[in-house]
């Protein structure tokens, strides 16, 4: 079974530039998760889809941050204008099932690593 | 803000010792799991632990639930190099939100 697919692995880019994550989770999960890393912490939920609806946004900070699931599947995570504080991993994961007292395991990608200097 | 704290934040040992590593949290819980991270890689989770069982085992790995103290721990034995990785224990809130601890990072040197 294929794993949590993302790209890019890694970016470099400057404060005020724009970038964007894409992530293709595991076929047939339907809920999808962005967390956020910031280097000796542990990872913060930004956004979590079920299918191509948003579950939970409420730590995605919407003046610079948008995330979309078209079709229920694929995802991507815009950042625009980047601050120097937005240096940090952006993990994807995904689950077959909805997040919460089922218990069930996140699968998580290899992330991508964000540095704006 | 987190809802699971670990400790020690570090924690360095010799291949083939036992590495435990704690961790507390604020609020009632149905389940509690442990994660790793290896450097530069996702996380890879390791075992859940439901509130109603105090103790788990997979492998080397053995975790521990006190939900009196609030309380989970999880012990490697026989540490290999291996095992040098961020290890996180996380739990669901209220609204369904998987919240992550800080981790420990756990160093294994041969």
């Known amino acids: 079974e294929a794993g949590v697919a993302q790209s890019p692995r890694y970016k470099i880019i400057e404060k005020r530039q724009s970038v964007a994550f894409w992530c293709n989770p595991i076929s047939g999960h339907a809920t999808l998760y962005w967390y956020q890393q910031i280097l000796g912490q542990g990872p913060k939920l930004l956004i979590q889809f079920q299918n191509n609806g948003v579950v939970d946004d409420s730590q995605l900070p919407k003046d610079r941050f948008s995330a979309e699931r078209l079709k229920g599947v694929d995802s991507t995570l815009k950042i625009q204008p980047a601050k120097l504080e937005d240096s940090a991993v952006y993990l994807c994961?995904?689950?077959?099932?909805?997040?919460?007292?089922?218990?069930?395991?996140?699968?998580f990608g290899e992330g991508s690593w964000l540095t704006v200097v | 803000s987190q809802q699971g704290e670990e400790d020690p934040q570090a924690l360095s040992i010799q291949e083939g010792e036992n590495a435990t590593m704690n961790c507390s949290y604020k609020?009632?819980?149905?389940?509690l799991q442990w994660y790793r991270q290896n450097s530069g890689r996702g996380l890879v989770h390791l075992i859940l632990?439901?509130?109603?069982?105090r103790e788990k085992h997979s492998g080397r790995l053995r975790v521990t639930l006190d939900t009196s103290k609030k309380s989970s721990s999880l012990l490697i034995t026989a540490s290999r190099a291996a095992d040098t990785a961020s290890y996180f224990c996380?739990?669901?809130?209220?609204?369904?939100?998987?919240?992550f601890g800080q981790g420990t990072e756990l160093s294994v040197k041969p």
């Open positions: 994961a995904s689950s077959s099932l909805r997040g919460g007292f089922s218990g069930n395991t996140i699968y």
């Open positions: 609020t009632s819980i149905n389940n």
């Open positions: 632990i439901r509130s109603n069982e």
């Open positions: 996380a739990r669901y809130n209220q609204g369904g939100k998987l919240i």
